[in-house]
């Protein structure tokens, strides 16, 4: 012992004396502090690593510690497990950092009854309906070729092709086999405006797409409005919004959720944001794979076929 702290000899671990003990010591031992002896150290031990001063005290300045009573006991114990129920986890019942597998289980379990109860709920229903489109495209400005609106017992309500008043590019053309030669001679979406109108009066909308096959819908009614109602709402940031005509049309109208997500999240193929934190809940670090419609065949009454079939899988799993 060279070093001196607050003019107090100062030990390296290991090298001071029998008589200084540190706290942990003295109560490993059986005693405590004195009341007024915490603040008159007798020596210092130099702590690695973190660097730091721990205060050596004498036997003198203790006295024994007292046995705890049973009552005392009891009232630890009961103060401990207050303290572990209010930080353990409710799955696992363990204290740790984020979630746990038990959580992520939970969270697959409940979404996925969910999402079959939502099916169930949707079969149960007479008044429900399914509508799917196929566009010139999955651009904003795509028109739609082809409308259906089956029941969920397959009644057809509506299926026609639709005239969309430009040609139809190749690469849609491949993938639902609809030509221009096809729609030539099909009525316009102005044409089939109140048909469609009279098919979803009163019905709950299925789409397995929504927001997709919704902008599409809002794109053909501004079209359909603009040319026979003025717009006169003040353009926002420069550009006009849909016509308040179409929009008041799609509020009109009763949509389910897309089913689409709710597919996903009974297939439970969840993927993780890994740019998430760890403290914060299980359900925003990541999200459900979102699910290709099993045996859509790319045409409006075929995939509403599908989209009827998955809610039946959905709806029979236990």
Known sequence: MSATYQNLPVYSTGSAPAHLMTRAQLRDAGRRLRPGQKNQPRAWLYCMPRHHH????????TSPQPKATEAQLAALATGRAAWWKQRACPHCDGIHKG???QEMLAMLRQDREAAAEWARRILDAPA?????????????????????????????????????GAPIPAEATRIHRITDDMVKAAPTFSDLLVPLTGALLNRKVVIYNRDFDKRRLAIELHHHYRTRWVNLEKPRNGRRRIHPAARAWLAAQSWEDCAMQAYAEWCGDWTWDYEARDNEPLHTQGDYRWQRLPGAGHRAADDCRAVIDVLKEMAGSA
């Open 128 to 164: 429900s309906v399914v509508l799917d489109t196929e566009t010139t495209g999955l651009h904003d400005g795509a028109r739609i070729v082809e409308i259906a609106v089956l029941g969920v017992d397959g009644s057809v309500i509506l299926d026609s092709l639709v005239n969309p």
């Open 99 to 101: 979630w746990c597998d």
């Open 54 to 61: 721990a205060p050596l005290y004498t036997l003198e300045q």
